[in-house]
């Protein structure tokens, strides 16, 4: 059965889009993570992996208060933990690390697999997993670092906004979890405004530098985040100016719809591959890449 | 709680010290996140570390872990010298204005009476000067030179702000900020807030730390008004509820007292326990411990219990000192118990001196555990290199492990902090043959009813005695024992609906008085779930039951002036208006009296009003002091070096053989909990495990150079009772401080250490605790001891 | 290190190839995206409270099972009851992993017992456990029960024998904890809750 209501699609040019008579009523929805009322709890976390069905192994101390130590296919949302000193203050901060669902998504355009990653008209970016063939291009174009590769069936995972929650008319189960009411979800005019009004009173508290992060270079995000300073996002393990790179770009706008038109050899796609955003994807020690079967071949 | 989790929101100031409420009670913490964005409230947290907590406040200032009293006993002094007291609530509701004895004293850190050889005091002299009628007399003007008031401004004038600096550590323009945050309080209009938890019972003084706090919400006005009270952040889901059910060693349910043998009848015991009112006019609550007593004797013996029998008196034991778990643990260690059973508690690790309690236990002729859960209790006696040491052979202790329900799996009452009762129902069914507690006691309590009908023995009249007349006498349900709780009228079993009709003439049982009204004629008051809140205050009557009464604010009479006029018109909880009481919440008083007829607020107490001067009720003195902690890394008293720690402490034979000093020991050392973990039940959780998986030492940047410890190292921790391994978080959270001219660092670990959990293998952090502890409780010092750290071979 | 070349082409293979099918209008049934279904829909919710610290959260657990007579309910899933005043859904990362606590592989399943001296647990039943540790208590009581302190007070006190109680356990528990022990003179007790 279809949605009806994807609005984007990977690998798909708009000389044939999905399906997608089912989206004039629908609001596009986005979750607020206000860094200012966090408290790292990681209940965010754990309700992400219970609704999830997901079982990370244990792993082990690793200095730091996060953990696992990075996202991976198993863990789709994390707290990250920094300690930064500003202000002659010291600052615990801590990030909810999970897929921003941009608005215009870099892993779906990277994408080349028909149908693997689809937005949908609320503006939540999905990976239809049985499509996937996990060439990894998602994690390699995502300025945000969030899609990981699974070695065991070789697919793609990240966030879905808890899309069968969002369904059925429930809120993501990290928002419903939240402690203090730094996550928060609804439509996206919704948590634009109450964003605003919510940097004004930080501003008011002495927060001067307050600020709200929806980066442009990916057309803003489904996730919208309130940072104390609003000018360094680094200190929140967030990249200043996310953007789609030019590779990535180039691949979607130019040589994907090659695809279509005239089918490209395998060679060619390989050797354009090579070129653009190869060299992205090949090096092993990139987070989004584990491949299990590869360390067993060169063993 | 004299308040609730809601009621947090109307608070103008919150400070979080002796707790971290962002790990421990993280949801109740939502509320504090409520007030400071929608009531503009300021966060403070003071505690040794820079925690989860503190990294939302407005202000954090650090503490030396142990010296909270000097601390507070130095905001008293601030309070009192810039007038920044609610002078008409202190007047009216607290004993500032009563007058002492003239042989009250207190010098070079001992109050009268000190009986050195005993380490304990006289308490004669600590009490107030009585007028012919018994009454207290008082002086309102607070000019009596002997009146609380003056005598309080005398004792804290010594915790100046450089002196206090000295002690604990804070820096004083830190110091500065939060007095004057907590200050801004004693207007009418403004609120504070504590929340606390074992950061403040954990030490060897842990009732006074709270005690000093109170003092501090007594002189700003604070207590009974919404976003005020004084809030101990429970730590159990029903810590509340098992302190009701008096399940400690000298309690029986409702905070009525297991006799002592100073008390042979029950005339003796109801005399000793019933106080007379120590000012005119007072409610004086406790006049009605008889109706109380005598209702649970009923309770417990059934129809065994008459009037001619002092109601099965005597078949209560009766006590000749505190047998609390402490103590019981160290008659174990050598040799004079045979039994011991541990009920979903991971006694070995989660008490003092762990190296000790392994021979304790292994003292033992047999050990029954209850328990959902595989701990390392049960398991005491298997070896496990490094974790724990034993000889399994040797160990002669008979071991049953009887597997328990969980919450899911039973219905029941829990109490939440804010006294709410609150039922819960059965979501499936126990693994395997899981059975609830209760049907586990029962199963013992017939095998032992049957053995003493059969073959006599000693003392067998209270075995028989013991009213267990329910419908399944091997598993009681829930329902029944519930309604138990409420109480009954003996003749009718009519359910009664407050504890007002409670007789001390045999007519009525109850199993726990402060429970009257929980489940009425009108069925189960606890299952509620209107959570309607008609003022917008956060109170929502009729949502599950909070004893007593169903009253959301304790002592809520003192929201308003003695008038009935509430200090606050924005904060009304209760008011006299045209000519009768209304309000938002059920008063905590008779409100058929006019307010210029009725009594004070503080009804629990014989003459009505908080206390500056506690009487004889804690061992330390009517006054908080500053001690140290029991070991201290200054290894001196800046104010008396005489009476270092408290005077009064229970030390247990040997005990002092294992304190260290700070020369062999040179780092202050706490331990707390993790927001991640509960204890040790979460370690058995994989998903918990996944998001915390391994104990840890925390300690600061400074130290970790010194010691040449990188951020991830195995290190060894010890102290004088054993030494642990695991690895270094080297943090800036933790930073030194500087106390009586020296710099003093401190390390803080985790307390989930488990070797037999689905987390890594870790020791646990209490094979370095002491067992030394409050006076009053026998609580441990699990917060402040020392430890020398060094790097480990890998 | 680079990608497994072999594994590299044969991407590429596919990606073109599921590219020219997209093309032609030749979709796999699959091919349509469609959300995970909703896994609570008919399961059975039951209200509770958390049994971790005492805010007193509301839960609501959801176990399978229609509630007819023929199916075994297993709690699969927990989380936050929205209606309840205080957590207004909300739960901390413990509460939220509440399910893995029910689950958990460590639960106990059967009474146990530890011979003096052995090794290994072995699995008895609820019979010989309630045999045998009446017994126990019985015979220690007898031998040790204090009747009357030296000055002649009755005082029955048992002090060979202590419990350390939970502050986990429902009040019901609780009451009978309290009633079990005092009647059989046990002054020896305490509860978790303050350590």
């Known amino acids: 059965m279809a949605t009806q209501d994807i609005i984007r699609r990977s690998g798909t040019s708009e000389a044939t889009p999905a399906a997608q008579a089912r989206v004039g009523g629908v609001k596009q929805v986005a979750k607020l993570f206000d860094a200012t009322k966090c408290n790292g709890c990681k209940a965010c976390q754990v309700a992400c992996s219970e609704w999830n069905d997901l079982r990370e192994e244990v792993g082990s101390f690793q200095g730091t208060y996060q953990n696992p130590a990075s996202l991976s296919p198993e863990c789709w949302t994390l707290m990250k933990y920094n300690e930064v000193e500003a202000d002659g203050k ?81 809120e993501p189960s990290c928002v419903k979890t939240c402690t203090t009411g730094a996550l928060r979800f609804g439509t996206r005019e919704d948590m634009l405004f109450y964003a605003e009004k919510r940097v004004a009173e930080l501003k008011d508290r002495g927060f001067t530098n307050a600020g709200i992060y929806n980066p442009e270079g990916v057309g803003g995000t489904g996730m919208v985040m309130i940072l104390r300073d609003i000018n360094d996002p680094e200190s929140y393990d967030m990249p200043k100016d996310p953007q789609i790179k030019v590779s990535t770009e180039l691949w979607q706008d130019v040589l994907k719809p090659l695809g279509t038109a005239g089918i490209l050899a395998t060679a060619g796609v390989a050797l354009l591959h090579r070129i653009t955003v190869g060299r992205n994807i090949v090096e092993e020690d990139q987070p989004g890449y584990r491949d299990e079967d590869h360390e067993e071949d060169s063993k | 709680m004299t308040n609730h989790w809601i009621d947090i929101k109307n608070a103008n100031v919150v400070i979080i010290m002796g707790g ?46 142990g010296t909270d009293i000097a601390f507070l006993l130095g905001v008293i002094r601030y309070l009192i010298s810039t007038n920044q007291v609610n002078f008409d609530y202190v007047k009216a509701y607290t004993n500032a204005s009563y007058l002492v004895r003239d042989d009250f004293d207190f010098h070079e850190g001992l109050f009268s009476g000190f009986d050195e050889e005993k380490s304990d005091y006289n308490k004669e002299s600590w009490f107030y000067q009585l007028d012919d009628d018994g ?62 938890a074992l950061g403040w019972t954990h030490h060897s003084k842990g009732a006074q730390n709270i005690r000093t706090m109170a003092m501090v919400q007594l002189l700003l006005g604070n207590i009974g008004q919404l976003g005020g009270g004084v809030n101990a952040l429970r730590g159990h889901a029903n810590v509340q509820g098992a302190t009701d059910m008096g399940l400690l060693a000298q309690s029986l349910p409702g ?22 009112p120590l000012r005119p006019g007072q409610t004086n609550y406790w006049k009605n411990y008889p109706s109380f007593y005598v209702s649970l004797l009923k309770a417990f013996w059934g129809k065994y219990a008459t009037p001619e029998n002092d109601f099965g008196y005597d078949w209560m034991p009766k006590w000749d000192q505190m047998y609390d778990f402490g103590k019981h643990l160290d008659m174990m260690y050598r040799g004079e118990v045979n039994g011991c059973i541990v009920q979903g508690v991971n006694a070995i690790n989660s008490m003092p001196n762990r190296n000790k309690n392994l021979k304790a236990l292994s003292n033992l002729k047999y050990l029954v555990v209850l328990d959902n859960l595989s701990s390392e209790t049960a398991t005491f006696w298997q070896n496990e290199p490094g974790f724990n040491e034993v000889d399994t052979a040797s160990i002669q202790t008979e071991v049953f492990r009887l597997p328990t329900t969980c919450f899911a799996e039973e219905e029941g009452s829990i109490v939440n902090s804010g006294r709410w009762m609150q039922w819960h129902y059965k979501g499936a069914n126990a693994p395997g043959e899981a059975m609830a507690d209760s049907e586990i006691v029962s199963g013992i309590l017939m095998e032992l009813k049957k053995l003493y009908a059969e073959e006599g023995g000693r003392l067998p009249e209270p075995v028989k005695a013991v009213n267990w007349e329910y419908t399944d006498k091997h598993n009681p349900s829930s329902i029944e024992l519930s309604k138990e709780l409420n109480g009954y009228d003996v003749n009718t079993g009519r359910q009664v609906s407050s504890f007002s009709e409670l007789k001390a003439d045999g007519s009525t049982a109850c199993g726990c008085w402060l429970y009257a009204g929980s489940w009425t004629e009108q069925g189960n008051q606890m299952d509620r779930r209107d959570n309607h809140d008609p003022s917008g205050k956060g109170i929502t009557p009729g949502w599950a039951f909070a004893w007593p009464m169903n009253r959301r604010v304790l002592y809520n009479r003192a929201s308003c002036d003695v008038n009935g006029k509430p200090w606050d018109s924005n904060r009304t909880i209760v008011e006299w208006k045209g000519g009768k009481w209304e309000g938002i919440d059920v008063p905590d008083f008779n409100a058929k009296l006019n307010p210029k007829d009725s009594a004070h607020p503080f009804i629990m107490q014989p003459e009505g009003v908080g206390r500056l001067f506690a009487l004889k009720l804690l061992k330390e003195g009517p006054f ?31 005990v002092k053989d294992t ?50 410890i990188k951020n991830g ?43 037999n959990a689905l987390t890594k293998k870790a020791y646990s952090c209490n094979v370095l605790t002491t067992e030394m502890g409050d006076a009053n409780t026998g609580v441990p010092e699990y917060k402040a001891f020392l430890v020398n750290v060094e790097k480990a071979e890998v | 290190m680079t990608l497994n070349r072999r594994q590299f082409f044969k991407l590429c293979a596919a990606g073109a190839a599921t590219s020219a099918i997209s093309a032609l209008g030749l979709m796999s049934e699959k091919a349509y995206a469609a959300v995970r279904e909703f896994k609570l829909l008919r399961a059975k919710e039951t209200r509770n409270n958390c049994p971790y610290c005492s805010v007193g959260c509301g839960l609501l657990m959801y176990s399978q099972g229609s509630g007819g007579k023929n199916s075994e309910h297993a709690i699969f899933h927990i989380e936050g009851d929205a209606d309840h005043p205080v957590n207004r859904g909300a739960l ?28 290994k647990w072995q699995r008895i039943s609820w019979e010989e456990a309630f045999k045998r540790i009446g017994r126990l208590m019985k015979d220690d009581r007898d031998a040790n029960l204090i009747e009357k302190n030296a000055d002649g007070v009755t005082v029955n006190r048992w002090l060979t024998t202590g419990m350390m109680t939970s502050s986990g356990m429902a009040n019901e528990s609780g009451i009978a904890t309290q009633k079990f022990a005092r009647s059989l003179g046990l002054v020896a007790i305490d509860t978790i809750a303050r350590n």
């Open chain 2, 624 to 654: 908080p002091e500053h001690y140290e902690p029991v070991e201290s890394p200054i290894g001196t008293n800046p104010l008396h070096p005489k009476v270092v720690h408290s005077p009064v402490l229970r030390w247990f034979e040997g």
């Open chain 2, 713 to 755: 190292d195995l290190v060894k921790v010890s102290s004088k009772r054993g030494h642990i391994f695991t690895k270094a978080l080297v943090t800036k959270r933790l930073r030194p401080l500087q106390v009586n001219g020296q710099t003093v660092h401190t390390l803080g670990i985790p307390r989930h250490g488990s070797h």
């Open chain 2, 659 to 708: 304190i260290g000093t700070k020369e062999e020991f040179p780092y202050a050392c706490t331990t707390y909990s993790l927001t991640e973990h509960f204890n040790f039940w979460t370690t058995h959780c994989r998903l918990a495990a996944i998001s915390m998986p391994e104990t840890f030492v925390e300690m600061n940047e400074q130290l970790a150079a010194e010691k040449g």
């Open chain 3, 92 to 119: 901390c990362p413990k509460g939220a992993g509440l399910v893995d606590y029910v689950n958990s592989p460590h639960r106990l399943q059967y009474p146990e017992y530890r011979a003096p001296g052995s090794n």
């Open chain 2, 20 to 65: 971290n409420a962002a790990e421990a009670h993280p949801v109740g913490f939502g509320w504090v996140t409520e007030a400071m964005q929608h009531n503009n409230a300021k966060l403070i947290v003071v505690d040794p570390r820079f925690n989860r907590s503190a990294s939302l406040a407005d202000h954090y200032a650090p503490i030396r872990s």
């Open chain 2, 255 to 276: 905070y009525v007292k297991l006799p002592s043998e100073k008390e042979p009848t029950l005339a003796d015991h109801l005399a000793a326990h019933t106080p007379k």
């Open chain 1, 90 to 170: 010291l600052h615990w901060q801590f990030t909810h690390s999970a897929c921003m669902h941009c608005a215009d998504p870099a892993c779906l355009k990277a994408c080349s697999t028909s149908g693997a990653i689809v937005q949908h008209a609320n503006g939540t970016v999905d990976f239809d997993s049985d499509k996937c063939v996990g060439c990894g291009y998602c994690a390699s174009a995502c300025p945000f670092d969030i899609p990981k590769i699974n070695p065991v069936d070789n697919k793609a995972y990240k966030c879905t906004l808890c899309s069968d929650r969002t369904a059925v008319g429930l």
């Open chain 2, 135 to 196: 009454y207290a007399k008082v002086d309102e003007t607070l000019e009596h030179p002997r009146c609380v008031w003056n005598l309080l401004k005398q004792h804290v004038e010594r915790y100046d702000f450089d002196t206090v600096s000295n002690i604990t550590g804070t820096p004083v323009a830190d110091y500065q900020i939060v007095c004057d945050a907590i200050a801004s309080t004693h207007t009418k209009d403004r609120v504070a807030t504590f929340m606390y």
